[in-house]
């Protein structure tokens, strides 16, 4: 078993948010903390997270996945993946409640805003406040930083910074064209802000909240708050539009290296021992999976049957049928006889012990309403294949299936 991380698959036309990338980068930097070498760490795919099927892996999940559907799931990833929810980020409502059941297998749920937190919590699923992991990138110190950044502010609001400062600003942006690895470019991105800025002034969350955590000082103006800013009004102002005119133009480096410190070691603590819970476990079972690669498996004591009812019947057949013994593979048996002869009709169900209502039928602990001379048997648990074959003699009856290693009877 592995730690794994999402990467983008290279389907990224046209505009490219860097924001996206800085938020896979803080996973990477957790995995730097904890000591894992990147070469161990299994990067898959946002389009994959449905269909993965390599080595199991535990995955934090500190990531908005507004555009992420499968079968119009929000979450629901593949069977290899252990999620660790760390900070997740949803906007939809509409949780299913298959997705519910998904979600609370593994509470608790951290969450990157306030938002999403209730919305869980009204779903009866463990949810808390974790932040977003940005907020856990390293400080950088670094004495020589002169310039100034206006990332991605509104024209419309670049009256309200003083001449001064957008005299020595260099205009920039977080979304990008023609962008060949964004991945990377996002960590040119953060590297240069945090050797070069004295400071930065955005309107981007995952710009202000990295650059926060570098120790570069930041002035966040965005012209409404945000769902998702919450996290970040815990260390710096985030000024709308009505409070431009309250701007410190002039902030001080924001220190909470202890408040990060108790929030890397929660994180880290809860990937540890969701490796420590899931490893042994899923690699026992990868090594018997990984000879067992095949797409289907033959199912003995019914596909043998399910192969002799169609080499007899054809489709439009009309027949009547038993089961002997309320089993699973009775269960199957009838199932499969309902979808696909539409003409066949269960008229007797026999078991000695179960008092159920079985595909319709009332079970009977009679066992001579299976004695009809029109209707086929399924003789559906292995103790009464003795009994059966007594039964049927005595009476002289023919048409009876007893699945064994091969077909014993078939009759019509």
Known sequence: MKYANIIYDGNRTGSVNLGDDIQLLAIQHIYEYMGIPEKDIVRISLSELSTYDGEYV?????????????????????????????????????ISEEEQIYLRRFEPIGCRDIYTMNLLREKNILAYMGGCMTATLPKKEQPTRDKVYIVDIPEGDLKYIPDDIKKEAIFTSQIKYDCKN????????????????????????HCALPCTAMGIPVILMKDHYSF???????YIPIYTREKYNEIDWNPNVIDYEADKKIL????????????VKYSTMFDISYFYENDNKIDSFYIEHYDN????????????????????????KADMICSYLEKNYPNSKLVTVYDRSKQVLF????ASQNENDLLDSDTIVFVCTASAMEPAKKLFSTHNKTNYVLSLDGIEK???
């Open 264 to 275: 890397l070691e929660f994180v880290v603590g809860r990937l540890k021992s969701s490796f």
């Open 58 to 94: 535990i995955l934090p999940i500190s990531f908005p996945l507004y555009g992420y559907r499968k079968d119009l799931y929000i979450t629901m990833f593949s069977p290899k993946i252990i999620p660790i929810f760390l900070a997740l980020s949803i906007i939809s409502n509409n």
């Open 305 to 328: 049957v399910i192969e002799e009812i169609n080499k007899t019947f054809d489709k439009d057949y009309d027949f009547e049928y038993a089961v002997w013994g309320i089993t699973q």
């Open 182 to 205: 964004p991945e990377l470019e996002a960590k040119e991105y953060l590297d240069n802000y945090a050797e070069t800025a004295k400071l930065v002034v955005t309107s981007r969350l």
């Open 228 to 234: 998702r800013f919450p996290t970040i009004s815990k």
């Open 359 to 362: 595909h319709g039928v009332q």
């Open 410 to 412: 078939l009759g019509c």
